[in-house]
Every structure is written in C-alpha cells, then in structure tokens.
C-alpha cells in the first residue's frame, strides 16, 4: 500500500470536491463559445448517479453522493480495507474535517463538533445543556420530533420544563415580523434556551433566525450568566440551500446532517456554537480526542468542555466522515449565492404553478423570506398518500410529511431543471 501523508490526502480530495463540477456560470467550450446557463446546470446534474428514468423531488431526506465524494469514499475505503492501522495513523484527525466545515459555514474550525446526523447534534446539544429544576426550555409545535424528543430526555433527567408555542396558525400566512414576535412574547424569566428548526418539514415555513436571535439577545439583556437563553437551531434544511454564514444567522447552536442539500457522505453531521458556550455544555458520550483521552490517561478532571469534546468517541464509517471535505468543496466551487439563487428559483416556478391551480392548496409561502427548498401542497379529495402514490406511477419521486397533519411535499433542488417542474405541476394538474 502506497500510504499518503494527512494533509496531501485532504489536499487531493478538496482537488476531487474542486474539479469534479462544472461552475454554473458561462463555460468556454473547446469552441470558446459560452455554455448555455441550462447545460452548465446539467453537467453539475451529471455528477450523480442517479436514475435519469425518475424525476428525484425528495433528495433532502437522503442525498445521493455526487462524483467526487463517490470518489473519495473508495479511495479512503481502499485505504482502510488494504491497512486499517495504517489508514487510521493517517488520517484519525478531526482537524481537516473541522477546516473544511468552518471554512464553508464562516466560523472557527474549534467552534465545530463532528456528529453522525441532525438528531445525533441536537440530542448531544439539549442533553449538554446546564439545565436545573425550574428552568423552561421554548420551543414550537412546528419542531420535527427529533427536537421534541431530545426536550423531552433532558427536561426528564433535569427536572426543567419544555413548553412548545405556535409561530403561526396557518403556514401561508406566515411572516417573519409575527414568528419573532411569538418568541418574544413567550420569553419568560424561567427561559434558558430556545429551540427552533430554520426550515420547518412540516410546511415549508422558513423562520427568520436572525430576528429571534436578536429577541434573544435583547431578552439577555441585564441577565446574569447562568439565567441567560441560548438560540438553538435546527438547521437541517436551510444548511446546502442558503448562502448565509453562522455569523449572519446570530444563534449560539446549530445543528445539521451533511447527507441532505450538502450532498456530503451518509452520516455525517456538524454541531456549531459559539467558542465562550461550549465550556458551558456536558457532554453525554465519551470523546476520543487528547482533551478527555488525554486527561484521563493522565489521571486527571476532564477539562472544560470543547467543541472537540462534544464530537462523540468510537469507531465510525471513518472513510464517510474523512470524505465530507469533499462534498463541502464540491458546493464552494459552484458557489454558495448561486446554489441557494438557483433551488429558490425552482421552488418558486414550484410554488407559482401550484398556486395556480383550484384543486391545490398550497401551504408553503411564496415569499423567498420565508421559504427555502421545500413545498407542501394539497390536493382536493386526495389523501397526501395517494398523491405521492400517483405521481410515483408517473415517475416522481415525492414524499409524504411525516406529522399529524399530513401534506405531499416536493424539493426542487440542483439535481432538477425547470422541465422537471413542469413535468411536476403537469401531473398535479391532472389530478383534477
């Protein structure tokens, strides 16, 4: 086995995340006539290998892998399978993942923790934070289950409270002015943290963080150390869509999975927060790094605790994890202004057709505000089932929000082209 060193290996794979697609601005050809806007979109398309006999409307819930993830994947797979020692002497660092995460979220590579998924950031987040008997924590009944349930352990071993509040009555009806001004009234003195998701699964709704990160601050305002409320997001579905950093999002932790929009390797997460409130946190599952590792072998009290600390110990799929620089490459060399520019252009065509049309109701708002890349939609006399069943007979692949209340729901995102939401409203549309 041919054994690269660290770093020349990360270096060749952010050169696989850099190379591997086309920009989609104007290309020179061989001809040096400009490519075609559509083209350009089709080439990053060609990177996937997915089925060109369907039309892919649900690849947020588990992403296909783009070429050079694929292709760092193996060859970190090759690697493991010919030496693991080896392998893992060489590349056991969570520094180049952290670098490659920072460098594409706008923050400090030691302000991020390593997770396997969403649900794996925000259960190691709410059952590290300080809570005590008496202490709320808020949340909407908006929130995926995931975040309830994570409320839920910590409030049991804490003896805290979680009350859950509506942003909204109806999702179209959403507006970024009375979604921050629902937090701001339910703040209380009891509140130590707020838990909200950026994109709502459930409708569509895309919260305005920065303006309930400021109601936070400001209900912070006067308030001693530990009586202060951290800003807790859920960010799955806004994370590989938005071109924001975590600076202008202003909340104190964000959690996502990387196997969605990112395209990154099948579970695979970061957890982010501020570098002063990690030391605030507990961890729940041991690190393997040289802060606890090496305090223990030493005989010594754990250190305060680090961002480092809060990536969970053991044995991963180490080449999914390692390979996640690639896919971070892989949306910096499209560009992130223009990714998000061209999956709120498709949602829009989405949301405008389906708007249109007298059988449909359409629960997402139009507004770009406050929507991302997911629409949910009814289809009169239809059950949201038999909706997604039929458009299967017809090739698309959609899906059926999994809450109470019950919607189809499609996501045009890069691997689609405007034909294929016309194909999409078509279909709808006869379902007349």
């Given at each position: 086995?041919?054994k690269?060193?660290?770093?020349?290996?990360?270096?060749?794979?952010l050169?696989?995340?850099?190379?591997?697609?086309?920009?989609?601005?104007?290309?020179?050809a061989?001809?040096?006539?400009?490519?075609?806007?559509?083209?350009?979109?089709?080439?990053?398309?060609?990177?996937?290998?997915?089925?060109?006999?369907?039309?892919?409307m649900?690849?947020f819930?588990?992403?296909?892998?783009?070429?050079p993830v694929?292709?760092?994947i193996?060859?970190?797979?090759?690697?493991?399978?010919?030496?693991?020692?080896?392998?893992?002497?060489?590349?056991?660092?969570p520094?180049?993942?952290?670098?490659?995460?920072?460098?594409?979220?706008?923050?400090?590579?030691?302000?991020?923790?390593l997770?396997?998924?969403?649900t794996m950031?925000?259960?190691?987040?709410?059952?590290?934070?300080?809570?005590?008997?008496?202490d709320?924590?808020?949340?909407?009944?908006?929130?995926?289950y995931?975040?309830?349930e994570?409320?839920r352990?910590?409030?049991?071993?804490?003896?805290?409270?979680?009350?859950?509040?509506?942003?909204?009555?109806?999702?179209?009806?959403?507006?970024?002015?009375?979604?921050?001004?629902?937090?701001?009234?339910?703040?209380?003195?009891?509140?130590?943290?707020?838990?909200?998701?950026?994109?709502?699964?459930?409708?569509?709704?895309?919260?305005?963080?920065?303006?309930?990160?400021?109601?936070?601050a400001?209900?912070?305002?006067?308030?001693?150390?530990?009586?202060?409320?951290?800003?807790?997001?859920?960010?799955?579905?806004?994370?590989?869509?938005?071109?924001v950093?975590?600076?202008?999002?202003?909340?104190?932790?964000?959690?996502?999975?990387?196997?969605?929009?990112?395209?990154?390797?099948?579970?695979?997460?970061v957890?982010?927060?501020?570098?002063?409130?990690?030391?605030?946190?507990?961890?729940?599952?041991?690190?393997f790094?040289?802060?606890?590792?090496?305090?223990?072998?030493?005989?010594?009290?754990?250190?305060?605790?680090?961002?480092?600390?809060m990536?969970?110990g053991?044995?991963?799929?180490?080449?999914?994890?390692?390979?996640?620089?690639?896919?971070?490459?892989?949306?910096?060399r499209?560009?992130?202004?223009?990714?998000?520019?061209?999956?709120?252009?498709?949602?829009?065509?989405?949301?405008?057709?389906?708007?249109?049309?007298?059988?449909?109701?359409?629960?997402?708002?139009?507004?770009?505000?406050?929507s991302?890349?997911?629409?949910?939609?009814?289809?009169?006399?239809?059950?949201?089932?038999?909706?997604?069943?039929?458009?299967?007979?017809?090739?698309?692949?959609?899906?059926?929000?999994?809450?109470?209340?019950?919607?189809?729901?499609?996501?045009?995102?890069?691997?689609?082209?405007?034909?294929?939401?016309?194909?999409?409203?078509?279909?709808?549309?006869?379902?007349?």
């Open positions: 086995m041919t690269l060193p660290r770093r020349s290996l990360l270096e060749g794979l050169a696989l995340g850099a190379a591997g697609c086309a920009a989609p601005e104007a290309v020179t061989a001809s040096d006539r400009p490519e075609a806007p559509a083209d350009a979109w089709q080439r990053v398309r060609d990177e996937f290998a997915l089925s060109p006999a369907w039309i892919h649900a690849s819930l588990l992403a296909s892998h783009p070429r694929r292709e760092a193996e060859a970190l797979r090759r690697e493991l399978d010919e030496s693991p020692p080896h392998a893992l002497e060489a590349h056991d660092d520094a180049p993942v952290r670098e490659a995460a920072a460098a594409y979220m706008g923050a400090r590579a030691e302000e991020i923790a997770t396997g998924s969403t950031g925000l259960a190691s987040l709410y059952l590290g934070l300080p809570l005590r008997a008496g709320e924590v808020l949340t909407t009944v908006h929130d995926h995931a975040t309830h994570s409320l352990f910590a409030a049991e071993r804490t003896g805290a409270t979680v009350r859950k509040i509506a942003l909204y009555e109806r999702s179209r009806a959403a507006t970024a002015t009375a979604m921050a001004g629902a937090i701001e009234a339910a703040i209380t003195p009891a509140t130590r943290a707020v838990a909200i998701t950026w994109v709502h699964s459930s409708t569509g709704v895309k919260t305005p963080v920065r303006a309930i990160a400021e109601v936070v400001r209900a912070n305002q006067g308030r001693a150390p530990g009586e202060r409320v951290v800003c807790c997001v859920d960010g799955v579905h806004g994370f590989g869509v938005e071109d950093t975590m600076a202008d999002l202003g909340c104190d932790f964000f959690s996502a999975g990387c196997h969605k929009w990112i395209f990154g390797p099948r579970g695979t997460g957890l982010w927060g501020r570098a002063e409130l990690w030391p605030t946190l507990r961890p729940s599952i041991p690190h790094g040289e802060e606890g590792y090496g305090a223990w072998l030493r005989g010594q009290p754990a250190p305060p605790t680090t961002a480092n600390m990536s969970p053991g044995f991963h799929a180490f080449e999914h994890r390692w390979a996640l620089p690639a896919a971070f490459a892989f949306h910096r499209i560009g992130k202004a223009r990714v998000a520019d061209r999956i709120h252009a498709l949602n829009r065509q989405c949301k405008e057709g389906l708007e249109g049309m007298k059988h449909v109701t359409l629960h997402t708002p139009l507004d770009d505000a406050i991302a890349g997911l629409v949910c939609f009814e289809v009169a006399g239809m059950t949201p089932a038999a909706v997604v069943g039929r458009l299967r007979e017809r090739k698309i692949v959609a899906s059926v929000t999994p809450y109470a209340t019950r919607y189809a729901r499609v996501a045009p995102s890069l691997l689609n082209s405007e034909a294929d939401i016309e194909a999409v409203l078509r279909e709808v549309r006869a379902l007349a």
